[in-house]
């Protein structure tokens, strides 16, 4: 074991309040891309004249649903995708009291799928949908199991993923649950993540504990601060820490 997991561990040993902020890289592992990295969707040739970015705004959905759906469908659900060696980890260390909450951008439901409990998802869910006139629930059936804008099946209405796109604001009691755990927790591990979609990065300022652990293959504006810097894959760092 190297000196940087032996690190980890007896952080996560003396810890008694571990949060965990995460985004699209503890995902990558199982199989789906981030946004930001070499392989990563922004980096993609998607020959379409419009950026990514664009696709999952709030004005390209409203003005272009078919075209929305249709990227949606092809590059944001990744239906067999299984949590990874992070997840399980987070999800174990749940049950042992040690981690309080998971604070994620993700919208993959893997952290839960892995079995972890407290998990604010600050960017909302693929796995959730509502229709935009009567608010009926849908799961993800509603969008895979259909071609083009999702209507719902009750009074007809646009079914919208319940997910937080570029220019939408971000739910408040999820905000209130990131911060309040964020805010008592011991040690914060930040993992996955540039660091760069505010408001949900500007959140790991609220941390006034002791340990800041993170693991991420690129560096990030929140090193400096960090007592444990890794960067290597973060499934492999948690599979080696907890079953190695
Ligand atoms: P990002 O794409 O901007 O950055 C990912 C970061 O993770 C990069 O710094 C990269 O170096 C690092 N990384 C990639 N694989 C890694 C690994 N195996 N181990 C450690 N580090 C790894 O992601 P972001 O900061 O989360 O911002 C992107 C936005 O995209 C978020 O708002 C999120 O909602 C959304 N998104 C979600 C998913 C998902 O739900 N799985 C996937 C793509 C994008
Ligand atoms: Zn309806």
């Known amino acids: ?7 980890l561990k007896s952080i996560i040993e003396e810890s008694n309040n571990i949060v965990f902020f995460g985004g699209a890289g503890v995902s990558t592992e199982s199989g789906i891309p981030d946004f930001r990295s070499a392989n990563g969707l922004y980096s993609q040739d998607l020959g379409r004249e419009v950026s990514p970015e664009e696709m999952v705004s ?3 959905y409203v003005n272009h649903p078919e075209q929305f759906f249709e990227f949606y469908r092809d590059k944001l659900i990744y239906e067999d995708a299984e949590p990874n060696a992070c997840h399980m980890a987070l999800a174990e260390l749940e049950a042992q009291g040690k981690v309080k909450a998971i604070v994620t951008q993700n919208i993959d439901g893997l952290h839960q799928k892995a079995g972890s409990k407290v ?3 600050l960017h909302g869910s693929t796995l959730r949908n509502y229709c935009e006139d009567c608010g009926a629930f849908y799961d993800l059936r509603k969008i895979m199991g259909t071609e083009g804008v999702p209507l719902c099946d009750k009074c007809g209405g646009r079914v919208k993923p319940d997910v937080v796109l570029y220019e939408e604001g971000l739910d408040t009691d999820v905000i209130n ?4 755990a964020i805010s008592n927790a011991d040690t914060l591990i930040v993992g996955g993540t540039t660091l760069i979609v505010y408001p949900a990065a500007g959140l790991i300022h609220y941390f006034r504990g002791k340990n800041i652990v993170l693991i991420n293959m690129s560096a990030t504006s929140a090193d400096g601060k960090a007592n444990l810097v890794i960067r290597r894959p973060i499934g492999e760092v948690f599979s080696e820490c907890l079953f190695g």
């Open 58 to 60: 709030h004005t390209f």
């Open 177 to 180: 649950g990131a911060v309040d």
């Open 119 to 121: 998990v604010w998802e």
């Open 1 to 7: 074991m190297d000196n940087d997991i032996l690190k």
